[in-house]
């Protein structure tokens, strides 16, 4: 949740105070580096893990603030959207049961989570993306009402200036406009943290970043955003879209977003990642401090470096840097952020007990991990891993490229089992979390695979909303069972499932796939259009995907009627088209929708987003709602 007594970084003389705090802290960093002050030789490890709220028709629900006022548990805290819940586990050293102490806390969060939101009617989704999640869901009225949150979007948004657009290209393709940061709030992680010493940082550093594609393909499960199959875990490309507060020309200077990866190994020491970041990316948020970091480590107390932990914050490297302090003592920690929430939480410390082991693995068998690999590759393996899964090819140590699934099972499992074994983690705890890994590696059946697979399996039945529902119901259900992912039959369409949540308004059930002609075009490609695709309406759009008229069978039926069509005059769209058609939004409730339709006579509507065509409904599609309605509730059964 970050710092919440901060404001907008928009007055010169507090971003400048703010400033000169951040260089008097990132000094006071490397003296304590310098002085040895560090906890060192300790392997501590910790999570965060963070979660879906969804409603009876598993959908997004707005409800965190009840939900965490329900639970009053300190361990329990708010995200970015009000249908986002955040717990932060206790920390564990690296050593005999702390898995198996892991999954327990987990599974008490879990059950917590799920007793207190089921008093409001609502359940607990564990996804990196919730299926269901639609861009109405995406407005700063889901956004938790603080300082921080508020003061982060209008900083991003006035850094960008615009916004914020992107395209992902997967098995379909996604065109986002957005104007606020809400997006973010459609990612949600499994976040682990690694307590190293700081003697070894930039070597534990630098592991962390080649074993972190591997992780992530071994992991993902987030194909389905805004309704669209997209990267096996689309997180990775979404998060960097969504607080991109670069301009276009600094993009085309090729400055990096907030959200990255990386472009080069670290060196020599963790502040080499603090100062770049304070270089290379403008302060957004500003916070008081009356600390004095340099006199208080003169005088035997360690600063909390509040100035400099904010600003880390804000920068959102896919492996974080964390500085902390607990009696009296700084810590250093490695925060990788690439493993999406869920399938199980079996599932998830099966994910962490693989981090941990290829680190340790990797720390006792490599001397210097820059020796094998480049950083264009591993940069290159974590967004195959992103686009492809356990399906991604890797780039590997000495100029090697084979499958990730062939990489996890033949080299990386024995080199994490080995790590795992010379922290003395218990023998039986080892074979059961890197077994349901190894399993689930085997059988390539990742949460984004079944997903993808349910999906197919289900083909047309239904309306895309209700099978993105039946995906979700399926997913939480087996959630609930325990049983890891790898177990899991695929999602079916749910008959009997009460289907009135998915016909609300008509954005959930219009036709998107649309066939349009210009206002310059002939009236006989219209009719063309109208033939092939058996239609009775076809939209008139600009060049700008304005509409700005319909043409409909009736009206080419006067035109043949009037004996002017066939003939040498080539008369265009724009002669015959209703210019200014009855149009709907698509969060037009579909009721009213109707009566409309009714009482204005008309065979169908438009639907519109800001002058924009986004899809259609018409008198058919009404009737298919109206045959399954009434299927569901005149059957013998019902």
């Not at 083909?459 to 119901?473: H, M, P, W, Y």
Request: with cysteine; glycine share 6%.
């Amino acid at each position: 949740m970050g710092e919440q007594n901060v404001k907008l970084n928009s007055d010169e003389a507090a971003s400048q105070a703010f400033m000169r705090s951040l260089l008097v802290e990132v000094n006071a960093l490397e003296r304590m580096l310098e002085r040895g002050l560090f906890e060192t030789g300790v392997r501590r490890i910790g999570a965060e893990q963070e979660m879906f709220l969804i409603d009876r028709a598993h959908k997004p629900a707005t409800r965190a603030l009840d939900i965490l006022d329900a639970i009053d548990d300190p361990r329990f805290t708010h995200e970015l959207g009000l249908f986002n819940l955040e717990a932060n586990l206790s920390p564990h050293r690296l050593e005999g049961n702390c898995f198996r102490a892991m999954e327990a806390e987990l599974q008490e969060i879990y059950r917590m989570a799920r007793e207190s939101a089921g008093r409001f009617d609502c359940d607990i989704a564990l996804v990196g993306i919730l299926p269901t999640l639609t861009k109405a869901n995406l407005g700063l009225d889901s956004m938790v009402p603080t300082p921080r949150y508020h003061a982060l979007n209008d900083a991003i948004c006035a850094m960008r200036g615009k916004e914020f657009g992107f395209t992902i290209n997967g098995i379909d393709q996604l065109s986002v406009q957005h104007d606020n940061v809400m997006l973010e709030a459609c990612n949600t992680s499994f976040q682990v943290h690694f307590q190293v010493s700081p003697e070894n940082f930039a070597k534990n550093y630098n592991i962390a970043q080649v074993i972190t594609a591997p992780l992530l393909a071994a992991a993902v499960n987030s194909p389905i955003l805004l309704g669209k199959r997209l990267w096996h875990e689309t997180r990775i490309a979404v998060f960097e879209y969504s607080i991109d507060t670069r301009s276009d020309i600094q993009q085309e200077r090729g400055l990096k977003p907030r959200v990255h990866f990386g472009d080069h190994w670290l060196e020599e020491s963790v502040s080499e990642i603090f100062k770049e970041d304070i270089a290379r990316f403008r302060t957004v948020l500003t916070t008081e401090t009356e600390e004095d970091p340099l006199g208080m480590i003169e005088q035997g107390v360690i600063p909390s470096l509040n100035a400099l932990r904010l600003h880390n914050g804000t920068v959102y490297r896919w492996n974080r840097p964390c500085y902390g302090v607990k009696d009296n003592v700084p810590h250093l920690r490695i925060e990788n952020r690439v493993i999406p929430s869920g399938p199980t939480v079996l599932d998830e410390v099966a994910n962490a007990a693989f981090f941990y082991g290829m680190m340790v693995g990797m720390i006792n068998t490599v001397d210097d991990v820059r020796d094998l690999l480049t950083f264009a590759d591993v940069k290159s393996n974590f967004l195959a891993a992103a686009r492809d899964g356990i399906r991604a090819q890797m780039n590997w140590f000495d100029d090697t490229h084979l499958p990730a699934k062939e990489l996890v099972l033949e080299q990386l499992l024995p080199m994490a089992r080995e790590g795992l074994e010379d922290c003395d983690i218990d023998r039986s705890d080892i074979d059961h979390y890197l077994g349901v890994l190894e399993d689930r590696v085997t059988r390539r059946r990742t949460g984004a695979r079944w997903m993808l697979e349910s999906l197919g399996n289900m083909e047309d039945q239904g309306t895309a909303d209700q099978r993105l529902r039946c995906l979700v119901s399926s997913m939480v259900d087996q959630q609930s069972s325990g049983r890891p992912i790898s177990e899991w039959e695929l999602a079916e369409y749910c008959v009997e499932q009460d289907w009135r949540d998915s016909y609300q308004t008509v954005g959930q059930f219009m036709t998107q796939d649309l066939f349009t002609v210009r206002p310059d075009d002939i009236v006989d490609f219209a009719a063309s259009l109208m033939d092939w695709r058996h239609v009775r309406h076809v939209p008139v759009e600009d060049g700008e995907g304005r509409l700005i008229g319909l043409v409909s069978h009736r009206s080419l039926l006067k035109l043949f009627a009037q004996g002017r069509v066939g003939g040498e005059e080539k008369i265009t769209v724009a002669t015959i088209m209703d210019k200014e058609p009855r149009t709907v939004h698509p969060d037009t409730p579909t009721v009213e929708a109707i009566r409309s339709m009714r009482e204005n006579r008309l065979a169908c509507l438009p639907v519109v987003r800001e002058g924009k065509l986004v899809g259609i409904v018409t008198e058919h599609d009404f009737i298919k709602v109206a045959s399954r309605l009434l299927e569901t509730h005149l059957s013998p059964e019902a």
